[in-house]
């Protein structure tokens, strides 16, 4: 049985399976732990994904994992029961699932029992703590993705006593070719001899943040380590230790996210919004109709002819002054009849 692509009809004879049983290749390598969709559709792309024996390139192309063989680079992929572990990450392993070099990876630390793990984003090679772990593709994308804004707290070790004015500077931000990076919460935790510990709080990810600011401001990184992911808590975890996360964790993420990005509430931001608009375009109608019935509002009779013009007589121009406004009535004019007077 070949994938479906949008192009088939509904109709088909050759087609016997419903549409209800079919969903997108993309969605489903992404539902295997493959990656994100955005990766699985990389693989797609390239040529790396085979249904029923046949390459598959197109995306908008839909399959029935109950019924067709799908395989990536010849290896079969299969839906997997959802796992999801809390990994106290030691220094000294690589959040990838890649390394040319072999060096050691965060996956590694797991028994290799044929499911297919990943990181729900990245703690560098020096750096430990909380980490996700888990072979759900989607929600790791919507978690590690910069929109949703998941708090992310550290607890960091550096060289020296920043001054306050230097702190400061973390919290208005510090400028990178990736753009500004700042941190959202600042704690002050205690001094150790030639170094102060410090517990920072960030809402985006990017690479090596902390140490990189950190070294803007002349202040290197000793030691990093993250203790807080959104409403999770390393605890009493120790190095290199992991366990499954509880299910009022996994409730605790969901409503996370869903909180962030319901439409509920983007709905109610933008009536909140119009009615705003609406209240200005009242006030402003409301102040029309009142300046309609002022009675200095009508003109009055030969209102019409410019100031400084007869009837019959050309128009006389009145003086200026050095800004290029006009003065009202003319000057020497109004000399000349004082002098008659006296």
């Not at 399976?17 to 079919?22: F, Q, S, Y």
């Not at 909380?130 to 593709?137: K, P, R, Y």
Request: glycine share 10%.
């Amino acid at each position: 049985m070949s994938p479906r692509t949008p192009a088939q009809s509904d109709s088909d004879a050759d087609q016997p399976t419903n549409d209800a049983e079919l969903i997108r290749l993309q969605k489903f390598l992404a539902a295997t732990g493959l990656g994100s969709r955005r990766h699985c559709e990389e693989y797609i792309e390239t040529g790396r994904v085979t249904v029923d024996g046949e390459a598959v390139t197109e995306l908008g192309a839909k399959v029935d994992p109950e019924s067709q063989v799908i395989c990536v680079d010849g290896e079969r992929v299969r839906l997997q029961p959802r796992r999801y572990y809390l990994l106290n990450k030691p220094t000294g392993f690589l959040c990838t699932n890649n390394d040319p070099a072999g060096r050691r990876r965060v996956v590694d630390l797991f028994p290799n029992d044929g499911q297919r793990l990943f990181t729900v984003g990245r703690l560098d090679e020096n750096s430990e703590g909380l980490i996700l772990v888990t072979n759900d593709g989607a929600l790791a994308e919507r978690l590690a993705h910069p929109r949703y804004k998941v708090a992310r707290t550290y607890q960091v070790q550096v060289a020296g006593n920043p001054a306050r004015e230097k702190l400061d500077e973390l919290r208005k931000g510090v400028r990178f070719k990736e753009g500004v990076f700042r941190v959202s919460g600042l704690k002050y935790l205690k001094k150790q001899g030639k170094s102060t510990f410090l517990e920072l709080t960030l809402h985006e990810g990017q690479n090596r943040e902390i140490r990189r600011m950190m070294a803007r401001i002349g202040h290197k990184v000793i030691q990093l380590m993250r203790v807080r992911f959104g409403p999770l808590n390393i605890g009493k975890l120790k190095t290199g230790e992991y366990r499954r996360l509880t299910d009022w964790e996994l409730k605790k993420l969901r409503e996370m996210l869903n909180e962030k990005h319901s439409p509920t509430i983007r709905h109610r931001k933008g009536r909140k919004n119009v009615s705003h608009g609406k209240s200005r375009s009242t006030r402003g109608a409301a102040g029309k109709k009142t300046s309609d019935k002022k009675p200095y509002d009508k003109k009055p009779a030969g209102a019409g002819k410019k100031r400084g013009t007869t009837s019959s007589g050309p128009k006389i121009s009145s003086p200026k002054t050095s800004s290029g406004r006009r003065i009202i009535g003319d000057v020497q004019e109004k000399r000349t009849r004082q002098g008659k007077r006296k």
